[in-house]
């Protein structure tokens, strides 16, 4: 049941009809009803992974709580009786039990995605060693079930985990409520991946039927398979031909396949986000944002703060701020201090989180060197910035340029866009390898006259498709400017009379079946994680 | 009240939705042979043969002379784009409004691939079924599965007719269109209805060959499968014989891939064994039954007059079948190898 599809569509209809007539009290078994029927439509094989990491996130939770309080119960009985080194060894003994349940829940979780997601990446590459050095045994490879969502639910929870763990919130007593908040079936595919402190009070209080929340929600359910299906599905014409085909495309016709790709990934993403954000408020819970018009970066690192949102602050909150300032990395800032001065020897512990961070994004994108290649090479740019930050600046007061400029600020977002479409090389290509050759191919043969001599249109696109594409981005550009400038169009639309706003709504309805792709079906790309 | 109100805004909203929708379908939906044959099927309530199956037995199978031949009045319901679930509910359709003692089904094995759910576009044998109980089954089992814009734009497919659409609704408000005049449908150049389902194709010079689907059996779609045991079972629940036939394509196709061929028409065989029904391929047929090569056909399909020559012998061959004179040896060879190209 993809988001696109009409048993989707009906089913969000059927459900939303229901939600708002049955009492509110049961509205929330209602969604977990529906998420469950929803996940096992893919293939009831894959309803257990998703139970196995609901049960035992659930129990982790109450174990870890239930250990927290046993510890201070059993401080608070002998609290007359013990000294404060026994008090001391009596917390740290609980902390240590804490940490080995909440350790073992991440383990088993983590262990279920990585097993399936890489197993066969890591046998392949075993292979290659074993090769490599000169025998003939091989490891065998296997045939995996990879549950759809598993990437997203397994973050989810195992967020929910460490949030228990450190005392952030109650954990949930009610295993259904928890189910829920496991699955909730339109973000389960492909996120945004959420936080229970957020989700939790939304899905289980009461939602009286508003109709802003229905209008808000269909709103960007139209703005989502616009920009799928008009814009990202007929990008991907070219962008499929150029890089399946690679060795055959060099200099103008790469760079056009590259930009089409920033088209078609951001559109898609987004675009399926929006579809998830606007089924959601119909149900009146809010999700999280997963995009901040991340092509209006002026960095690398303000690009990861605006793109894919929920996952870069899954890695801030879960990884980079628990390894930055563990005790290991406090030394090696102390060392690095020492030995390279302050300003450098304060940023290396940093670069070491962000370069870890970006290994774990590239891998987590998919069990493939190339995606490796695409983490490193980010985080190697952020990495690199934060080291050569005080040369940046000095250079720019000794050139006499203010950073607050707008053409700065305009410099600084193509080049960032630039570095971008850079990394897409390793995102997109066929392998590393195939990257690569791109790379090179890029700069080979680059010839004015195909931009002029109609060979672009040689790619699978007729004219005007790419006048649609044109047109498309002009007005999803002109929207992302508004939006930059914090004015808030729905709300704008919500105020204009009745005929105006519906006049709007049945354009964009009408104008998706008459200016989307009608080409071979395709998916959501982050479906696929 | 605000309550209501808002419901109430909801209702009108999907009702414009609804008018808007219809507005275009009549608009720019042009005229088409779907409803002209949907029409010949439940205006007539004495078809004692019927014929389902696709584009190839559409061009291929001419009903007058099926008729003729067997001496039963014979209905080709074999329409372009006709999936087998799409036979099925036709089929139903059949049952509601005749009583048929035979049904032909002519398999197209390439349509036990070709997944209707994966496809954008949607199907005129839906859109234009009649509104009844089984148009929502039909819905929940074809157009559910759909991409939302196939489902619910029954008009997308012909959304390049903006610029037509004047003559389109002049077309459709005429007295012709309401009577089913075939007339009012815009045929290829050389195409011609000639009625009860039969497209008759004049010669021009055009002997394009076609890419068929590769055979593979990992990828037949069980639902398919599924839906053509259906068949067979709503046809022996009317008491009604039912058999499957394979309409031939040229002898040039299939010696260039017999390895393929043998695979699918193995398959076939097997299907039609598992169903406990007859299968009889008439790709294997004798040159003596119907003689046939590469300038018989365009894009797949037989020209009209070929189309004649093997209706006639597919009339003989029927109407043997229904005497239970049979003897497959006097009509087909045992293999593809034993076709000899002319």
């Known amino acids: 049941m993809s988001l696109m599809s009409t048993q989707l569509l009906l089913l969000v209809f059927a459900t939303a009809v229901v939600y708002y007539i049955i009492p509110k009290k049961y509205q929330w078994i209602l969604l977990l009803a529906v998420s469950y029927m929803f996940y096992a439509s893919y293939g009831l094989q894959y309803v257990g992974f998703i139970v196995f990491t609901t049960i035992t996130t659930f129990l982790g939770g109450i174990f870890i709580e239930k250990t927290s309080q046993a510890g201070k119960d059993k401080i608070s009985a002998n609290k007359d009786t013990i000294t404060t080194e026994e008090k001391k060894s009596m917390k740290a003994q609980t902390k240590r039990n804490k940490k080995l349940i909440c350790a073992l829940i991440l383990v088993c979780n983590f262990g279920v995605l990585a097993f399936l997601k890489y197993f066969n990446f890591a046998v392949e590459n075993i292979n290659a060693i074993l090769s490599g050095v000169g025998t003939t045994q091989r490891l065998g490879m296997m045939s995996l079930l990879l549950p759809i969502g598993i990437s997203f639910y397994t973050f989810q929870s195992m967020g929910y985990i460490i949030d228990v763990f450190q005392g952030k919130y109650a954990s949930e007593k009610n295993p259904l409520k928890f189910a829920l908040f496991v699955s909730f079936f339109p973000q389960i595919l492909q996120g945004p991946i959420g936080r229970f402190d957020k989700l939790a009070c939304q899905f289980f209080e009461e939602h009286k039927f508003e109709l802003k929340n229905i209008q808000f929600g269909l709103q960007l359910i139209l703005w989502g398979f616009f920009k799928k299906i008009v814009l990202a599905d007929r990008a991907a014409v070219v962008v499929n031909k150029v890089f399946n085909d690679y060795t055959n495309y060099s200099g103008f016709y790469v760079i056009f396949a590259i930009l089409l790709y920033s088209v078609q990934l951001y559109a898609d993403f987004s675009g399926g986000m929006d579809v998830v954000i606007g089924i959601s408020q119909i149900f009146g819970i809010k999700l999280d944002q997963n995009f901040a018009r991340p092509f209006f970066s002026r960095s690398i690192s303000e690009f990861w703060r605006r793109w894919h949102i929920t996952l870069g602050t899954w890695m801030k909150d879960y990884i980079f701020y628990p390894l930055t300032l563990s005790k290991p990395m406090n030394k090696l800032g102390k060392f690095s201090k020492k030995k390279l001065g302050n300003t450098i020897g304060r940023v290396i512990p940093i670069c070491l989180a962000d370069l870890l961070i970006f290994f774990l994004v590239g891998i987590w994108h998919g069990a493939a060197w190339k995606y490796i290649a695409y983490g490193m090479y980010n985080g190697i740019i952020i990495a690199g910035s934060n080291l050569l930050d005080p040369a940046y600046k000095l250079g720019l007061k000794k050139l006499h340029i203010n950073s607050e400029r707008k053409p700065w600020k305009v410099f600084q977002i193509i080049r960032t866009g630039i570095l971008i479409n850079i990394g897409w090389y390793f995102d997109m290509g066929v392998n590393f390898n195939a990257a690569i050759s791109m790379m090179k191919n890029t700069f080979v043969g680059l010839s004015l006259s195909t931009l002029t001599d109609n060979s672009l249109l040689k790619l699978g696109l007729l004219k005007k498709d790419i006048q649609i594409l044109a047109v498309g981005c002009f007005i999803w550009f002109i929207i992302s400017v508004l939006q930059e400038r914090k004015i808030s169009i729905r709300e704008t639309l919500a105020t204009k009379p009745l005929v105006i706003r519906w006049t709007i709504y049945f354009a964009l309805i009408f104008a998706i079946p008459i200016f989307g792709y009608i080409g071979a079906s395709s998916g959501f790309i982050y479906a696929q994680f | ?342």
């Open chain 2, 1 to 342: 009240m605000r309550k209501h109100k808002g419901i109430l805004l909801v209702t009108v909203f999907l009702v414009v939705f609804i008018i808007i929708n219809s507005i275009l379908t009549f608009m720019l939906v042009p005229s088409c042979l779907t409803r002209v044959i949907l029409h010949e099927l439940v205006s007539n309530n004495d078809y004692k043969c019927v014929v389902l199956g696709t584009s190839q037995g559409a061009y291929g199978i001419d009903a007058d002379i099926v008729s003729k031949e067997t001496g039963r009045k014979t209905m080709n319901l074999c329409i372009g784009g006709e999936y087998l679930q799409d036979s099925y509910y036709l089929l139903k359709k059949v049952f509601e409004t005749n009583h048929p003692d035979t049904i032909v089904y002519d398999m197209d094995y390439q349509y036990l691939f070709n997944i209707p759910r994966s496809a954008i576009s949607g199907s005129s044998i839906y859109n234009l079924y009649p509104f009844s109980l089984d148009k929502l089954f039909y819905f929940k089992d074809k157009a559910l599965g759909m991409e939302y814009r196939a489902a619910l734009f029954p008009w997308m497919d012909y959304r390049e007719n903006f610029s037509n659409s004047g003559n389109i609704v002049k077309t459709k408000l005429s007295a012709d269109y309401i009577n089913y005049n075939p007339d009012t449908v815009n045929m290829i150049d050389n195409n011609e209805y000639e009625g009860r389902g039969h497209i008759y194709r004049e010669r021009n010079n055009h002997t394009e060959k076609i890419e068929l689907i590769k055979f593979n059996e990992a990828g037949v779609d069980q639902d398919s499968v599924n839906y053509f045991k259906k068949i067979v079972d709503m046809c022996n629940a009317h008491n009604t014989k039912i058999i499957m036939i394979t309409t031939p394509v040229s002898v040039e196709q299939l010696n260039a891939s017999i390895d393929e061929f043998d695979k699918a028409f193995t398959y076939l065989s097997k299907l039609a064994a598992d169903n406990n029904i007859p299968y009889y391929n008439f790709n294997l047929v004798k040159d003596s039954v119907f003689s046939r090569n590469m300038q018989d056909y365009n894009i797949g399909h037989l020209y009209g007059d070929a189309a004649g020559r093997y209706s006639t012998a597919l009339g003989k061959f029927l109407k043997d079948v229904e005497n239970g004179q049979v003897t497959t040896s006097d009509y087909f060879y045992n293999s593809i190898r034993d076709l000899k190209i002319k």
